[in-house]
């Protein structure tokens, strides 16, 4: 019998057509002990994307209920970030940004991408705790909780993108051709959110001390990217394709680039950073697929 | 094609207490174990038991099966298993069908969402597509009966509406096999009701069902075959009424005194606690068994941690099958008062000629002006028993308790 296996989560599940479309032949599920490594499950996955998008739903439905400014939040996080950054690092240490740019300007197009990828990161690494009730009592995949967190971000994104645009026209910025490259760079950012997601929510189901670590994390890595100072303080062609190793280096050096014509192209610290970012999902989905298994014992 | 529409082979769990799956550790504790590994090579071996072991089970299309056992017999594993949320560690099932699972009502259910939103989130999370929760959205809103605060915040619910909302979403998921885990122990007695006529609608629409309870009159009720699991194993697997026997057999208070201080709690305020439950006879002598012609004594000894103003005591005996029989306090005869912090103990009598030869259990409650301090349930009573009964009459006998009548000779009607 010709059987395409797919495997699926929670156990080594499969599942497989047990005859060539014949409507009355029900799906086999497989159920057997599952020990170390396992597929990603991509297909099981994508038949729970219904799913998914609830979850979404659900995440920007919730997200900012019972507060008084509501979406307002999206905007006043990156834009008081700029407000300080502009005042600390413009004004009083006197930071050359690159691209003759002004300063407030200059953070904030990267503090726009850089609040989409730490809430991202912040909000998966607690998904999977959060959700412990889930967890416990529904069989779903489970890599949709931490996926549908990261892309529930992506509208507080688009709220504080919209208002970099308004200021860019406003300074009479208008981006060139090389804007179609900002897609690119926002997967470019998502795979990173999702990939250190994946890494801290399975963590954080074993060990709760992730909740410590993340706040943290988030701020050394904001120091570790250019956001507040130009990347070009490094000079050396080596130390930067290194630097290129944060994933985010790479993901606000090309928002910079693709939407000022003036800054200056992010070269190998893009390729560095791509490679990086899909190591981290990559082994951040496996590392997920592997603890999985004992998410509904322990969380 | 095999007619099973489920098939468990020496399927078993094993948890491991103390070890990795912890309920949850901190990277100091892994710290530490590892350095203590070091040190003392083999000592503090974490302990590991089977939740369940070896249990093979094969399930019919269409039949209909409860799974019966007491606490920690592995039911929750088993339908864990089952449903997907964890693996098992030995063994292999087969399911054929479209599972639905419902171990809990209104599981993901987000308060701040309404009605509306939230059968469809739920709707979704026990894997319905959109469209058929779209379909059948009316017909769950009327089965719930909350039209008017469809689009109010379920926070805003009453528990009831809140219950029967989840319950109703539930209930029309279609899958061809239906895994149920106690859902029918919450809400009041008309909303069981509803609950059960509906299980037995899905039954009859010829789907497979596998139903876990402690509501034995439901199992009987519902079920075609029943298994008792015990000790995570099969013990009897066949006819509802045999199973439930069974699971009584080993069930009858075999000790006169039952400690129950340490017995897991599900509500009370720990202002009090009850020590123990033991049973004597009209002599005064442990009871482990009682005449039906006797009197029983029950003591309950329990300490009190801080003053009451007001201290109730009340008894209810529940028969084997789960149907309260009925319940006195001790309010009924005397006027509540206070008590101080300290150890006591209380006594009541009852008479055995108006119980069945059947299992009962107690379930002893105290309170302060109406609060629970603390309550037990399930305490076995000791068996009764009547060597003069007919055991095949004994067995017609109507209804959950007895309460004897005077019969009159049977005379001539002599007409008016």
């Given at each position: 019998m010709?059987?395409s296996?797919?495997?699926?989560?929670?156990?080594?599940?499969?599942?497989?057509?047990?005859g060539?479309?014949?409507a009355?032949?029900?799906?086999?599920?497989?159920?057997?002990?599952r020990?170390?490594?396992?597929a990603?499950g991509?297909g099981?996955?994508w038949r729970?994307?219904?799913?998914?998008?609830?979850?979404?739903?659900r995440d920007?439905k919730?997200?900012?209920?019972?507060?008084?400014?509501?979406?307002?939040?999206?905007?006043?996080?990156?834009?008081?970030?700029?407000l300080?950054?502009t005042?600390?690092?413009g004004r009083?240490?006197?930071?050359?940004?690159?691209g003759n740019?002004?300063?407030?300007?200059?953070?904030y197009?990267?503090?726009?991408?850089?609040?989409f990828?730490a809430n991202?990161?912040a909000?998966?690494?607690?998904s999977l705790?959060g959700?412990?009730?889930l967890?416990?009592?529904?069989?779903?995949?489970?890599?949709?909780?931490?996926?549908?967190?990261?892309?529930?971000?992506?509208?507080?994104?688009?709220?504080?993108?919209?208002v970099?645009?308004?200021?860019?026209?406003?300074q009479?910025?208008?981006p060139?051709p090389?804007a179609?490259w900002l897609?690119?760079?926002?997967?470019?950012?998502?795979?990173?959110?999702?990939?250190?997601?994946?890494?801290?929510?399975?963590?954080?189901?074993q060990?709760r001390?992730v909740?410590y670590l993340v706040?943290?994390?988030?701020?050394?890595?904001?120091f570790?990217?250019?956001v507040?100072?130009p990347?070009?303080?490094?000079q050396?062609?080596?130390w930067?394709?290194?630097?290129?190793?944060?994933p985010?280096?790479?993901?606000v050096e090309?928002?910079?680039?693709?939407?000022?014509?003036?800054?200056?192209?992010?070269g190998?610290?893009?390729g560095v950073?791509?490679?990086?970012?899909?190591?981290?999902?990559?082994?951040?989905?496996?590392?997920?697929?592997?603890?999985?298994?004992?998410f509904?014992?322990?969380? | 094609?095999?007619a099973?529409?489920?098939r468990?082979?020496?399927?078993?769990k094993?948890?491991?207490?103390g070890?990795?799956q912890?309920?949850?550790?901190?990277?100091?504790?892994?710290?530490?174990?590892?350095?203590?590994?070091?040190?003392?090579?083999?000592?503090g071996?974490?302990?590991?038991?089977?939740?369940?072991r070896?249990?093979s089970?094969?399930?019919?299309?269409?039949?209909?099966v409860?799974i019966?056992?007491?606490?920690g017999?592995?039911?929750?594993?088993l339908?864990?298993?089952?449903?997907?949320?964890t693996?098992?560690?030995?063994?292999?099932?087969?399911?054929?069908?479209?599972?639905?699972?419902?171990?809990?009502?209104?599981?993901g259910?987000?308060?701040?969402?309404?009605?509306?939103?939230?059968?469809?989130?739920?709707?979704?999370?026990?894997?319905?597509?959109?469209?058929?929760i779209?379909?059948?959205?009316?017909e769950?809103?009327?089965?719930?009966?909350v039209?008017?605060?469809?689009?109010?915040?379920?926070?805003?619910y009453?528990s009831g509406m809140?219950?029967?909302?989840?319950?109703?979403v539930a209930a029309?998921?279609?899958?061809?096999i239906?895994?149920?885990?106690?859902?029918?122990?919450?809400?009041?007695?008309?909303f069981?009701?509803?609950?059960?006529?509906?299980?037995?609608?899905?039954?009859?629409?010829?789907?497979t069902?596998?139903?876990?309870?402690?509501?034995?009159?439901?199992?009987?009720q519902?079920?075609?075959?029943?298994?008792?699991l015990?000790?995570?194993?099969?013990?009897?697997s066949?006819?509802?009424?045999q199973?439930?026997?069974?699971?009584f057999?080993?069930?009858?208070?075999?000790?006169?005194?039952?400690?129950?201080?340490?017995?897991?709690r599900?509500?009370?305020?720990?202002?009090?606690?009850?020590?123990?439950?033991?049973?004597?006879?009209?002599?005064?002598?442990?009871?482990?068994a009682?005449?039906?012609s006797?009197?029983?004594?029950?003591?309950?000894?329990?300490?009190?941690?801080?003053?009451?103003?007001?201290?109730?005591?009340a008894?209810a005996?529940?028969?084997?099958e789960?149907?309260?029989?009925f319940?006195?306090?001790?309010?009924d005869?005397?006027?509540?008062?206070?008590l101080?912090p300290?150890?006591y103990?209380?006594?009541?009598e009852?008479e055995?000629?108006?119980?069945?030869?059947e299992?009962?259990?107690?379930?002893?409650?105290?309170?302060?002006?109406?609060?629970?301090?603390?309550?037990?349930d399930?305490v076995?009573?000791?068996?009764?028993?009547?060597?003069?009964?007919?055991?095949?009459?004994?067995?017609?006998?109507?209804?959950?308790?007895?309460?004897?009548?005077?019969w009159?000779?049977?005379r001539?009607h002599?007409?008016?």
């Amino acid at each position: 019998m010709q059987s395409s296996k797919h495997s699926t989560a929670g156990a080594d599940n499969r599942e497989r057509p047990t005859g060539h479309g014949a409507a009355d032949d029900p799906p086999v599920v497989v159920i057997e002990p599952r020990q170390g490594w396992a597929a990603l499950g991509l297909g099981e996955l994508w038949r729970y994307r219904e799913l998914l998008l609830f979850l979404v739903w659900r995440d920007l439905k919730v997200r900012y209920k019972q507060t008084l400014i509501g979406a307002a939040w999206a905007i006043i996080q990156p834009v008081f970030t700029m407000l300080v950054f502009t005042l600390f690092f413009g004004r009083l240490a006197g930071i050359q940004p690159s691209g003759n740019l002004p300063y407030w300007l200059f953070a904030y197009s990267a503090l726009v991408p850089w609040t989409f990828f730490a809430n991202g990161l912040a909000q998966s690494a607690d998904s999977l705790v959060g959700s412990a009730n889930l967890i416990r009592k529904v069989y779903f995949p489970r890599l949709s909780i931490p996926l549908a967190t990261v892309l529930a971000g992506l509208v507080d994104f688009a709220l504080s993108f919209t208002v970099l645009v308004v200021l860019m026209l406003a300074q009479g910025y208008v981006p060139g051709p090389q804007a179609l490259w900002l897609p690119a760079f926002l997967l470019l950012a998502l795979t990173t959110a999702l990939g250190v997601g994946l890494w801290l929510s399975a963590l954080n189901v074993q060990y709760r001390d992730v909740r410590y670590l993340v706040p943290f994390l988030v701020q050394i890595l904001l120091f570790a990217t250019p956001v507040a100072y130009p990347s070009s303080l490094i000079q050396s062609e080596f130390w930067r394709a290194i630097y290129g190793l944060n994933p985010m280096a790479g993901v606000v050096e090309g928002f910079r680039w693709a939407l000022f014509a003036g800054a200056p192209a992010p070269g190998a610290i893009v390729g560095v950073s791509a490679l990086a970012a899909l190591l981290l999902l990559v082994s951040g989905g496996f590392y997920f697929r592997r603890m999985e298994l004992t998410f509904a014992d322990v969380v | 094609m095999t007619a099973h529409a489920i098939r468990i082979e020496g399927l078993g769990k094993q948890y491991t207490i103390g070890g990795p799956q912890a309920p949850y550790r901190t990277l100091r504790d892994t710290l530490a174990e590892g350095a203590r590994g070091i040190l003392r090579r083999g000592a503090g071996q974490p302990r590991r038991f089977w939740a369940l072991r070896d249990v093979s089970l094969e399930v019919r299309h269409g039949e209909i099966v409860g799974i019966i056992g007491r606490n920690g017999a592995g039911k929750s594993t088993l339908l864990k298993i089952l449903s997907r949320i964890t693996a098992p560690t030995t063994g292999r099932v087969e399911l054929r069908g479209r599972v639905g699972t419902l171990l809990e009502v209104g599981t993901g259910f987000h308060p701040e969402l309404s009605g509306r939103e939230n059968v469809f989130l739920n709707g979704a999370i026990l894997g319905m597509r959109r469209e058929e929760i779209a379909r059948k959205f009316d017909e769950i809103v009327a089965f719930a009966e909350v039209e008017q605060f469809i689009d109010t915040p379920v926070k805003h619910y009453s528990s009831g509406m809140y219950l029967r909302l989840a319950f109703a979403v539930a209930a029309h998921l279609e899958p061809e096999i239906l895994i149920v885990d106690e859902v029918l122990a919450v809400g009041d007695a008309a909303f069981q009701k509803k609950c059960l006529g509906k299980m037995g609608e899905v039954a009859r629409d010829g789907r497979t069902v596998l139903f876990v309870s402690h509501n034995m009159q439901a199992v009987r009720q519902l079920c075609e075959r029943a298994v008792l699991l015990q000790h995570g194993q099969v013990k009897f697997s066949g006819a509802p009424n045999q199973a439930i026997l069974h699971y009584f057999g080993g069930n009858a208070a075999r000790e006169a005194l039952i400690d129950v201080s340490d017995v897991e709690r599900r509500g009370g305020n720990n202002g009090a606690l009850i020590q123990s439950v033991q049973f004597l006879d009209e002599q005064g002598r442990p009871s482990y068994a009682v005449e039906s012609s006797n009197r029983l004594r029950v003591v309950v000894r329990f300490t009190l941690s801080r003053s009451v103003e007001r201290f109730d005591m009340a008894m209810a005996i529940i028969h084997g099958e789960g149907s309260a029989v009925f319940s006195e306090s001790l309010s009924d005869r005397r006027p509540p008062g206070p008590l101080e912090p300290g150890a006591y103990c209380c006594a009541f009598e009852l008479e055995a000629r108006y119980l069945k030869l059947e299992p009962y259990f107690l379930t002893i409650y105290l309170a302060d002006d109406g609060r629970t301090l603390d309550h037990v349930d399930n305490v076995s009573l000791p068996e009764v028993v009547n060597p003069k009964a007919d055991s095949l009459k004994e067995t017609h006998r109507w209804g959950l308790a007895r309460i004897p009548v005077e019969w009159s000779d049977v005379r001539i009607h002599a007409g008016d």
